[in-house]
């Protein structure tokens, strides 16, 4: 599965910004999709995670701190994955990466090694 991650920008704090991440080739095999952000100087770490049984959502799960703030959301038809980011802070600075995986134990979605496909990375700067 190849994965194109797009819509990153610069915005002030308190405002939104919504990024996606567009799939292809096998995409029907790969039912979990996430989203991972790398801050400068720091490791990557999981943001949001959706997983899909081919007919409903399975789980949803967000880190502790973007809870309540953003939303993740796929559309099957365009094989597409977005993240909604609301009431944006400076520390939500980073660059966000997707990835996608044909099924995970939801005991290590926020491991990085268990995804078998990344997309390259949008970058997301939050003014003060």
């Known amino acids: 599965v190849q994965l194109q991650a797009s819509g990153g920008g610069l915005v002030q704090a308190g405002g939104s910004l919504n990024i996606s991440c567009a799939a292809s080739g096998r995409t029907l095999s790969h039912n979990v999709m996430a989203w991972f952000r790398q801050a400068p100087g720091q490791e990557r770490e999981f943001v949001a995670i959706i997983n899909w049984d081919g007919r409903r959502i399975v789980y949803v799960y967000y880190e502790d701190s973007v809870q309540d703030r953003f939303t993740i959301s796929r559309d099957n038809a365009k094989n597409t994955v977005y993240l909604h980011m609301n009431n944006l802070k400076p520390e939500d600075t980073a660059v966000y990466s997707c990835?996608?995986?044909?099924?995970?134990?939801?005991?290590?979605?926020?491991?990085?090694?268990?995804?078998?496909?990344w997309g390259q990375g949008t970058l997301v700067t939050v003014s003060s």
């Open positions: 990835a996608s995986a044909p099924s995970l134990d939801p005991n290590y979605f926020r491991r990085d090694d268990v995804y078998s496909d």
